[in-house]
């Protein structure tokens, strides 16, 4: 499954296919590499087929991922 990260304003804006994304959990890390990833609290909206998630850009260094459990 492709996360599409992108900019927009103060946020930074990720989407993934709605199709065949079910079980998919986006996840983060404050480092890499890393053992220790956290889920997204965000729920996500979808539009036009696509899952999205908006998260405001803040100070430190914070890494995405789609992972299947």
């Known amino acids: 499954m ?40 965000t729920t996500p909206v979808v539009t036009g087929g696509q899952k999205t998630v908006s998260a405001p850009i803040a100070g430190a260094a914070r890494f995405y991922r789609l992972n299947s459990p």
């Open 2 to 41: 492709r996360l599409a990260i992108g900019r927009s304003q103060s946020d930074l804006i990720m989407s993934w296919p709605d199709a065949d994304s079910a079980g998919y959990i986006l996840e983060f890390s404050n480092s890499l590499p890393s053992s220790n990833w956290s889920p997204e609290t």
